[in-house]
């Protein structure tokens, strides 16, 4: 799929004031600095669509593009930023709370971890309360040119290996980077099947 259009439509911190549901909408999460804003540049090869900062904490709100005038990439808060206060925190958690769990056009959810670390507490708990509300999720793997084929291999293998002891399934995984634009085709596509069923 090519990406002709995209356009940012709106920052919320409302998730009732996003745009009206009326196309499909995939978001991408993660932990604070994983890259999630980067990865939608990167998808749209828009440089400066979306905020990026090497600071965690950036982006703070919902954000909405519209790409191809037909389908919503959502670039949303990080989480488990430690640094942040902890009421600012539990107002961003509570705000994606909702957002995931109200929003009735969002197809897919986009997962995003760094592979060059151990699966983190966090990222699995994440995964676990999306599987225990039936919300679709794919993992993304991020920064992954940094590492050896040989690493990225391995990280994919210890999120199966991790996952398998609870899940009997497991969720579309893509290796990515915004650097080098690995990755790209592979998520288009994905997204462009959703976008026809
Ligand atoms: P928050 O909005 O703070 O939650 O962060 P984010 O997940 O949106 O991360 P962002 O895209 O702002 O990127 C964080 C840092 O990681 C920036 O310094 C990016 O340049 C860097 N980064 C993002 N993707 C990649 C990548 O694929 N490779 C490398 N080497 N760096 C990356
Ligand atoms: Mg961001």
């Known amino acids: ?67 191809n005038s037909d389908w919503y990439l959502v670039d949303l808060p990080g989480y488990g930023f430690a640094k942040a206060p902890q009421r600012e925190r539990e107002k961003w958690e509570r705000m994606i709370d909702s957002y995931l769990t109200n929003r009735s056009n969002l197809i897919c ?6 592979g060059r670390i151990e699966p983190q507490r966090i990222d699995l708990e994440f995964m676990e309360r999306m599987g225990e509300r039936g919300l679709p999720f794919a993992i993304i793997f991020t920064k ?10 391995q990280a994919v293998k210890r999120y199966e290996q991790t996952l398998l002891k609870t899940w009997e399934e497991l969720p579309p995984m893509f290796i990515s980077s915004s650097v080098s634009g690995r990755g790209r085709d592979e998520i288009l596509v994905y997204i462009d099947q959703l976008n026809k069923e």
């Open 1 to 67: 799929m090519e990406v002709k259009q995209a356009e940012f439509v709106m920052s919320n911190s409302d998730p009732a004031r996003c745009p009206k549901p009326d196309r499909p909408e995939y978001a991408f999460i993660g932990r604070s600095n994983v890259g999630k804003s980067s990865l939608i540049n990167m998808l749209t090869t828009r440089h400066k669509l979306a905020k990026t900062s090497q600071t965690p904490g950036k982006t703070q709100l919902i954000n909405h593009f519209l790409i």
């Open 109 to 114: 959810t986009f997962v995003l971890v760094d």
């Open 144 to 153: 992954t040119e940094k590492s050896s084929t040989n690493a990225v291999q």
